[in-house]
């Protein structure tokens, strides 16, 4: 065991004496108190009183961490611990030595902006990174002063490439929409603009917390821009710290097929254009039923909105499609259901009433479209457990098999 070593971790929390902080651990562990039961003895016996870390020195899977940073984005969610549904907080903060995300298990009533000092945090891996988790027993104070943030080159991304948690990015794009809007914040009132950005790649919802003067059809180049989660897909923000460069070029959109894998490491996007194979029907798919006040679907005449209602028949396609680079859900409605499956609500309503079934549409949905190529256009929606999207459009594709078959003949002669 390297005693030397581990002095250093526990004099890295605590400020103490190290002859002291060595004599301590030599004798717990002399006693066989396991090693992480000695430290923890050690840093509690000097008051716990922790030495703050920048945030680049912090590593996974610390405790006791104390840390000043600022607030840089931050989100509320709900997720669900132990069957019950939890708010939490994510977000990025900074210092001027690094920017890493954090997850706060309680509301401190943080802000964008906010300087805070944290005590007695812990941190886990996310994405390769520590991710500083903010829990029941750490302590927020906010600070009344502001702190630099780090300067370092931005990365430079496709759009298509961006996802969640990402920071301090490079993008250039064309402006599709935009349109602005005013919010408060603390009490102050402050324009924002918002719409989608494009490039060859992909499209992207954008939020700008600064007016930069820019309008429809601008192509612009923005460095120090950050990606968030919203309403189930990846979105860019960027604010008076980035900087926003307009150019002389024109971008070509054009829509072609995003690999599924791309998809779902981004977890979502938005106008989406995706082609696949139908490889497994949702058995939630078919006919089903309508709260007719909130239009969620109904269970046995039960809404858990609404409580008892008449349902409204309505005809749904819940199927999972896969490229062979990833698999995502995809929902059609009754409009799309219909148009692929060459029949109406009304003509299944009439067969599953004489067959007195309603599974027999479901029977005849898995006939008509498992195993069929489809290509899809569509948004993603929030989901916890798959890249869900919602579709607007819809249509069977045929496959070239000379053409595959030569593309791995290549394959495999490379």
């Not at 008051?47 to 840390?67: A, F, M, Y």
């Not at 009132?189 to 918002?194: D, E, N």
């Not at 219909?338 to 599953?352: C, D, G, P, R, S």
Request: include cysteine; hydrophobic fraction near 40%.
């Amino acid at each position: 065991m390297d005693i030397d070593k581990i002095v250093d971790e526990i004099l890295e929390v605590v400020e103490a004496e190290r002859e002291d902080v060595e004599r301590d651990l030599k004798k717990f562990l002399e006693y066989g108190v396991p090693l992480e039961h000695a430290k923890e003895a050690i840093i509690n016996k000097y008051g716990g009183i922790l030495k703050e870390k920048k945030l680049k020195d912090i590593r996974v899977n610390e405790r006791g961490i104390c840390t000043v940073g600022k607030i840089i984005a931050i989100e509320e969610r709900e997720v669900e611990v132990r069957n019950t549904k939890k708010k939490i907080f994510r977000g990025l903060l900074g210092d001027e030595t690094a920017v890493i995300p954090f997850t706060a298990w309680k509301d401190f009533g943080l802000e964008r902006g906010d300087v805070i000092k944290i005590k007695n945090a812990s941190s886990s891996e996310w994405e390769g990174q520590p991710r500083l988790s903010l829990s029941e027993w750490t302590e927020i104070e906010k600070l009344d002063y502001d702190i630099d943030l780090i300067k370092r080159a931005p990365k430079k991304y496709n759009l298509v490439d961006l996802k969640p948690g990402i920071a301090n990015v490079e993008v250039r794009g064309k402006i599709i929409s935009i349109e602005e809007r005013s919010v408060n914040i603390g009490g102050e009132i402050k324009k924002v603009f918002s719409g989608i950005l494009a490039d060859e790649t992909a499209k992207i919802r954008f939020t700008s917390w600064k007016d930069f003067g820019l309008n429809e059809g601008d192509v612009i180049k923005i460095k120090g821009g950050y990606i968030r989660k919203w309403r189930g897909a990846p979105q860019l923000i960027f604010d008076e710290n980035a900087e926003v460069e307009k150019l002389d070029e024109e971008i070509i959109i054009e829509e072609k097929p995003i690999p599924l894998y791309k998809v779902v490491n981004a977890g979502g996007g938005i106008d989406l254009c995706i082609e696949g194979v139908i490889l497994e029907i949702r058995k939630d798919s078919g006919i089903i039923f309508r709260c007719p006040k909130c239009n969620r679907r109904i269970k046995n005449g039960i809404c858990e909105e609404d409580g008892n209602v008449e349902g409204m028949p309505d005809l749904r396609i819940r199927a999972l499609v896969d490229d062979g680079t990833g698999a995502v859900d995809v929902i059609l409605n009754r409009e799309l259901s219909e148009k692929l499956l060459k029949k109406t609500l009304e003509e299944y309503m009439n067969i599953a009433k004489e067959a007195m079934d309603y599974g027999i549409v479901y029977e005849e949905i898995l006939d008509k479209l498992i195993a069929k190529p489809i290509r899809i256009k569509g948004d993603s929606i929030q989901s916890d457990f798959i890249v869900t999207i919602f579709a607007k459009s819809a249509e069977f594709i045929s496959i070239d098999e000379n053409k595959e078959a030569d593309e791995i003949l290549m394959q495999l002669e490379g």
